[in-house]
């Protein structure tokens, strides 16, 4: 799993004769109807703005990310309607990696969990049964490449631990609805730890509306 930050809105204007930032730009728009735009401070405005649910201004910025995982999670992400999503293709590039996975049990009283509780000797069949899958499928994935079969026909023979590439934009308000849902317990722990770590780079990019929304 990897994850870093590829670009955010970058306004062209200036506040005080300061440029303005991401944040400020958010602040900018929600003072459209305002004799004070073009007043510089905006923390108390976005703190405002989100305690009583004004989430529209936060549409008017967006950030991308790139994500690197399998493609057994890639579906939950595009799940995310509001987002724009560009994906790597399987029917134009080859496949290069399959990803493994340290097991966990299911649990019996919530089929949304899972239980970090198995033990060692599961754990290494289930290593071993990764390996083996893996090892089995590139060389027959490969074999189909060599004969001339269509890259599209031959990733039928991938498991969804297949490595894919996929980027991930979409406007501050989108975001703040992807990490208050998949950074919960809820989520399959692989696809929170995406979230965290995005959630981590928009905390860096958006401190003010982080803040306010109380995850600083």
């Not at 790597?88 to 399959?98: D, W």
Request: with cysteine; aromatic share 8%.
């Amino acid at each position: 799993m990897q994850v870093r930050l590829i670009s955010i809105t970058a306004p062209v204007i200036q506040v005080e004769n300061k440029p303005l930032s991401p944040e400020g730009l958010i602040a900018y728009c929600a003072r459209v109807s305002s004799p004070h735009q073009e007043t510089g401070d905006y923390e108390k405005l976005l703190a405002y703005c989100i305690k009583h649910k004004h989430w529209s201004i936060f549409e008017m910025v967006d950030m991308c990310v790139e994500i690197v995982t399998s493609r057994a999670i890639s579906p939950q992400i595009l799940r995310h309607k509001s987002f724009q999503f560009q994906e790597f293709s399987q029917r134009y590039a080859e496949a290069q990696e399959i990803e493994r996975y340290k097991p966990r049990r299911q649990d019996s009283k919530n089929r949304q969990n899972s239980l970090d509780d198995l033990d060692e000797a599961t754990i290494q069949w289930f290593e071993e049964a990764q390996q083996d899958i893996a090892r089995s499928a590139l060389k027959q994935y490969n074999s189909a490449l060599e004969k001339g079969i269509a890259k599209e026909c031959a990733r039928v023979l991938l498991p969804l631990g297949t490595q894919t590439k996929l980027y991930m934009k979409g406007s501050v308000r989108s975001w703040i609805h992807y990490l208050e849902v998949r950074t919960d317990r809820s989520t399959q722990q692989e696809h929170r730890e995406i979230a965290i770590e995005i959630k981590k780079i928009f905390i860096s990019q958006f401190p003010v509306t982080a803040a306010a929304i109380g995850w600083i």
